[in-house]
């Protein structure tokens, strides 16, 4: 079984970060380190977990977030002892992670940089809640922990990395940074084809739709429209006005108005297996709960005991760090 | 800790060979270049980066060489473009194989395998090599073979239907695509701890990474919640945790966020492309000529990282690439003749 990480030791400090953006991503950074073999130590405040009562909560009272962001660590009042790396907020890190050789820093806009932030806040000034939502609508924030989870990714990437160089090394994760990384198309194309995309502007090509038992994602790209047109069959899709991109955006709302009843009539597996068979990217939206008696994820053994996702990672066709992560909920 | 130019870049000496497409498996690979490694990108002549296709990339003359966001996610890399359906670019791929660390392939699956490269026949070829396969659903699995793009991932892994502020579940589209953009963050890690594994044992790896599966695992808390019975609402723009938070209009026909303690603008591209924390930052960063370039997402205090390189045009260092692998000028001049090796797409402008 692989474990990269075996003999190290981390230090989570994400139970003692000042704002939840960091103290979220830190818990993710450590939560991975968990999974690759670590030895993982999270000291609680006297307060307790911070995480213990926040949403979602569980029918016994505890939270979800706690037993997801926590499973495969040893929590403790204090650190004790050497450590490989830590990971948590300037003040965190200089309080209790002075002397440990690899120290992942999370800031808001860069080293010491902390103004009060929160995720929604991040989304907004990244550029990245005024791309997502409908367009007739206000900007809608992406769903669960993305900007804090993703700066998670970050710097546990920049920790495995600073562990191969050797010796000492700060790692500098800026939440902003990564949010913007993100949605990095958006400045992008201001800066080099001098426009950007924008929410409200033109319709989207791709959106939900509603059929029989929920929505599906109508994802296809321009090359797919005859085979979209095919499968839909309905005449009036081979007019003029809907033969380019350019045309289908104009006459949207025509288009729709086409596209939504014969979509409504199906349900999301009738739809998927039609549009999967033409090779149109077209998929079911799945709430959580379908999730868990979902075949796929079933057949890669992708979740343990108690809805807990494994690492979304499969080393030599084995699944990694799961026995650590799996016992938190067995 | 004052910077120490000459402290080695975490992955120094590691070679990669990058078959990446578009963003999932292209800039999971400029990570890598971005963390020390010597990135060698492999294309087709029948089969370039699709990103060599997309919108501004202007008409006529080598009009593959310029296309703005290809060139902006791969730049620094070295260039190769071989025909690897044609038994002598197989050859000559597995010669960059022999002296390669990492390989990065997000085809559709089973293209690999069609190219005489499937998995198993390379890890036994090359048992330190680490091979990173990204894909939408992962190597198996019913679903193995389903046509997905990001904004798929986001329908079936769970997060649309948890997004939006109306009655509509909400994807992000074509200018997000959010799990091609996060996964990078999550398979560069994943190649490193390869990396770190072999130090210890030799050995490399095939690491299996599903898109679809990240989606979920990023909403691990709601897959426990769902699995005790708590519901799994969709909350619109208030916090997960619980803090009172909205998005309100700004009076200015634009959009305010709020919460306990703070407040920001809703930005839209061209109003982050002018902030001064994206300025200084390192979400686009510019190459030695000026021109923007997809950034880092961190930096280390004593190894400074930066964007060394503009991307070089197509199949620029074919015979640079080939000749360290031990092919002799005649035998590469061959491969030229036969067009297994190019400098150009094989199809036109409308391929």
Same mark, same amino acid.
């Given at each position: ?330 | ?223 426990? @919640? !769902?699995? &005790?019975? *708590? %519901?799994?609402?969709? #909350? /619109?723009? +208030?916090?997960?945790? $619980? ?26 591209? @061209? !109003?982050? &492309?002018? *902030? %001064?924390?994206?300025? #200084? /930052?390192? +979400?686009?960063?510019? $190459? ?27 199949? !620029?260092?074919?015979? *640079?690439?080939?000749?360290?692998? /031990?092919? +002799? ?23």
């Amino acid at each position: 079984m692989a474990a990269p990480l075996a003999g190290r030791r981390v230090l989570d400090l994400g139970a003692l970060c000042a704002q939840r953006p960091h103290a979220l991503a830190a818990s993710m950074a450590a939560r991975l380190c968990a999974a690759y073999g670590a030895e993982v130590v999270r000291p609680v405040p006297e307060s307790g977990e911070p995480f213990a009562r926040l949403p979602p909560l569980l029918p016994d009272g505890g939270s979800a977030l706690d037993r997801f962001l926590n499973a495969g660590k040893r929590r403790g009042p204090a650190a004790t002892g050497a450590f490989d790396a830590a990971i948590g907020d300037s003040a965190a890190l200089g309080a209790h992670a002075a002397a440990v050789p690899v120290r992942v820093r999370l800031s808001v806009f860069g080293p010491g940089e902390d103004p009060p932030m929160s995720e929604l806040g991040l989304l907004a000034l990244s550029g990245l809640l005024d791309i997502v939502g409908e367009a007739e609508g206000p900007p809608a924030r992406l769903a669960g922990h993305q900007p804090a989870y993703a700066a998670g990714l970050a710097a546990c990437t920049g920790l495995l990395a600073a562990l191969r160089a050797g010796g000492e090394e700060v790692v500098e994760v800026s939440l902003f940074d990564v949010t913007a990384w993100l949605n990095w198309k958006a400045p992008a194309s201001v800066m080099v084809l001098g426009a950007a995309p924008s929410r409200s502007g033109l319709p989207k090509d791709w959106h939900t739709l509603p059929v029989r038992d929920g929505h599906v994602a109508l994802v296809y790209q321009d090359k797919d429209w005859p085979a979209l047109r095919d499968l839909v069959g309905d005449p009036r899709l081979r007019r003029e006005e809907f033969l380019t991109i350019a045309g289908r955006r104009r006459h949207h709302a025509e288009l729709m108005a086409v596209l939504r009843p014969w979509f409504a009539a199906r349900s999301r597996a009738e739809i998927t297996a039609a549009a999967q068979a033409r090779r149109i990217p077209i998929g079911p939206v799945l709430a959580p709960a379908e999730l868990l008696d979902d075949a796929q994820h079933r057949a890669r053994g992708f979740l343990g005991p108690g809805g807990m996702p494994h690492l979304p990672l499969r080393w030599d066709g084995a699944r990694v760090g799961a026995e650590a992560t799996d016992a938190a909920l067995a | 800790m004052p910077p120490s130019p000459e402290a080695s870049l975490p992955l120094a000496g590691i070679r990669v060979l990058d078959l990446g497409w578009i963003t999932a498996g292209a800039a999971s690979s400029t990570l890598l270049l971005d963390l020390g490694a010597e990135v060698i990108k492999v294309e087709g002549p029948d089969a370039p980066d699709p990103f060599r296709h997309w919108e501004g990339r202007g008409e006529g003359g080598d009009w593959w060489n310029r296309a703005p966001f290809y060139n902006f996610t791969n730049r620094g890399k070295r260039s190769v473009c071989l025909d690897l359906k044609d038994p002598r670019g197989r050859a000559a791929m597995l010669r960059l194989l022999a002296g390669a660390d990492v390989l990065v392939e997000n085809f559709r699956r089973g293209v690999l395998a069609r190219f005489g490269l499937a998995v198993p026949e390379l890890r036994r070829r090359f048992p330190r090599l680490v091979i990173a396969s990204i894909s939408s659903q992962g190597e198996d699995g019913p679903d193995r073979d389903m046509v997905s793009f990001g904004s798929t991932l986001e329908a079936t892994g769970g997060l649309a239907a948890l997004t939006g502020t109306g009655a509509a579940p909400v994807i992000t589209g074509r200018e997000v695509n959010y799990p091609d953009q996060v996964v990078c963050l999550f398979a560069a890690g994943a190649i490193v701890a390869a990396l770190l594994e072999r130090d210890r044992t030799g050995q490399g790896a095939h690491l299996d990474l599903s898109q679809r599966e990240l989606t979920s695992f990023l909403l691990g808390e709601e897959l426990v @919640a !769902a699995a &005790a019975g *708590a %519901p799994s609402p969709r #909350r /619109g723009n +208030a916090d997960p945790a $619980g803090s009172a938070e909205r998005v309100v209009p700004d009076g200015a026909g634009g959009w305010r966020a709020e919460w306990p303690g703070g407040a920001a603008p809703v930005r839209d591209g @061209a !109003a982050l &492309a002018a *902030a %001064p924390e994206f300025l #200084r /930052g390192t +979400a686009v960063l510019r $190459g030695p000529d000026g021109t923007p370039a997809k950034g880092i997402p961190f930096r280390f205090a004593r190894r400074p990282l930066a964007v060394h390189e503009a991307c070089r045009p197509l199949g !620029a260092d074919n015979r *640079a690439v080939l000749a360290d692998s /031990g092919l +002799a000028p005649e035998e590469i001049a061959a491969l030229e003749e036969a067009g297994v090796l190019a400098t150009a797409p094989r199809r036109g402008n409308d391929a």
